[in-house]
C-alpha cells in the first residue's frame, strides 16, 4: 500500500485512478471494513481516503482529542486489508471551512473516479455536503448501516462500550481487541515494591478504557504475553490526577524503559478501588492476577 499525504492544500493527481473509501474511519470498525471491500470490487484502484488529526480537534475544538486507532495503526490495519492507496488529508480549518464544490473539486483533481461512502457522511463547510452531492459526481456506492447483533455498529458506540469497560464487546464491533500502543516510561515504581512490576505506558491521545483492572495480551517483540492491566489515579499510594496505564507483564522479567509495546483487552476483572492498607491491595492483587491467568489459559 501507497500511503500519500495531503498537505497544505494541496490536491496533487494520483498515481492511477482510484475507487477511494472516504471517512474519518476511527476504530476500523466491522461498518469501515464494509466501506473498505466495497471499495476494492470496481474497475479502479482501491483507496480509503481519511483525515489527521480527527475533525474534532478543529470542529469540537478539542486539541488533544481521544481516538481509537491513531494514524499510524490506522494505516497498519488498513494495508492489512489489501488497500492499494490511503489519502492522510491534513484536517485544519481551511478543509472544515472548504465549500462542498471545492472539495469534489478536489476529489476529481486528484484522479477519485469513484467513491464509497456511508449513508450519513457530510463533507464541506457546515456539512453541507452529503452522499447525493456524490451520487451527482462520482460513480458512486452507498453503504448502508451496519447492524450486529441488532446493534448500529459506531465508533460513538464502541466508544461507549470502552467508556464502561466492556471491552469484550468492543471487540466484537472492531473484529479485533482493542488496543493501546505506547512506550514504556519511568514511573513511581510502586508495583515493583507490591511484588507486581509494570510497565508504565504513555499512552498520548489514545481513548482510554473505564478505570479499572483488565486480563490483557502485551505484545512486545513480535511475541504475546499475558498480562494484568490497570488504568487509574492509583488512590491507595498515592491519588495521580493523570490516569496512570500500567500493566503487569506475566512471563517476561526484561526492562522495557523506551521499548514500544502493545496492550490488547480482552476482558475488564474489577473498577478502581481505593484499600485500606498496602496489604489489602497486594492481596488483591494476587486475586487479581489468579483470575486473570485464568482468563489466559480459557483462550489459550
Known amino acids: 500500500m501507497k500511503t500519500i499525504f495531503i498537505k497544505n ?23 469501515h471494513q464494509k466501506l473498505i471491500e466495497e471499495c476494492k470490487r470496481h474497475n479502479y484502484k482501491s483507496a480509503v481516503l481519511t483525515f489527521n488529526p480527527h475533525p474534532s480537534v478543529f470542529i469540537k475544538k478539542i486539541p488533544n482529542y481521544p481516538v481509537i486507532t491513531p494514524i499510524d ?52 463547510i457546515y456539512a453541507e455536503g452529503n452522499i447525493k452531492d456524490l451520487d451527482e459526481n462520482f460513480e458512486f456506492y452507498e453503504i448502508k448501516k ?38 514504556v516510561v519511568p ?7 507490591l511484588g507486581y ?14 478505570t479499572g483492572v483488565y486480563y490483557v495480551e502485551v505484545l512486545y517483540n513480535n511475541k504475546k504475553y499475558g498480562g494484568m492491566c490497570n488504568i487509574g489515579h492509583n488512590p491507595t499510594v498515592k491519588f495521580q ?27 475488564r476483572i474489577r473498577g478502581e478501588i481505593k484499600f485500606q492498607s498496602l496489604d489489602e491491595l497486594k492481596r488483591q492483587l494476587s486475586t487479581d492476577k489468579v483470575l486473570c491467568i485464568s482468563y489466559s489459559l480459557t483462550n489459550e
Open 9 to 31: 492544500m494541496d490536491f496533487h493527481k494520483l498515481p492511477e485512478e482510484v475507487c477511494a473509501a472516504i471517512g474519518n474511519f476511527d476504530g476500523v470498525h466491522l461498518g
Open 73 to 124: 495503526k490506522k494505516a497498519e490495519i488498513i494495508e492489512s486489508m489489501g488497500v492499494d492507496y490511503l489519502i492522510v488529508i491534513e484536517f485544519n480549518d481551511k478543509i472544515m471551512n472548504m465549500p462542498k464544490e471545492e472539495f469534489m473539486a478536489n476529489m476529481k483533481k486528484m484522479g477519485i473516479k469513484s467513491c464509497v461512502c456511508g449513508y450519513d457522511f457530510t463533507f464541506g
Open 241 to 267: 490526577d493523570i490516569l496512570r496505564l500500567e500493566v503487569n507483564i506475566f512471563s517476561l522479567d526484561e526492562d522495557l524503559y523506551g521499548k514500544n509495546i502493545e496492550i490488547f483487552f480482552k476482558q
Open 146 to 183: 451496519y447492524i450486529y447483533q441488532n446493534v448500529r455498529v459506531s465508533t460513538t458506540y464502541i466508544r461507549e462500550l470502552l467508556s464502561i469497560g466492556n471491552v469484550s464487546e468492543a471487540e466484537k464491533m472492531l473484529g479485533r481487541p482493542y488496543s493501546i500502543r505506547g512506550k
Open 197 to 210: 512490576p509494570t510497565a508504565n505506558i504513555e499512552y498520548k491521545n489514545y481513548f482510554l478504557p473505564e
Open 187 to 193: 514511573g513511581n515504581q510502586n508495583g515493583r515494591k
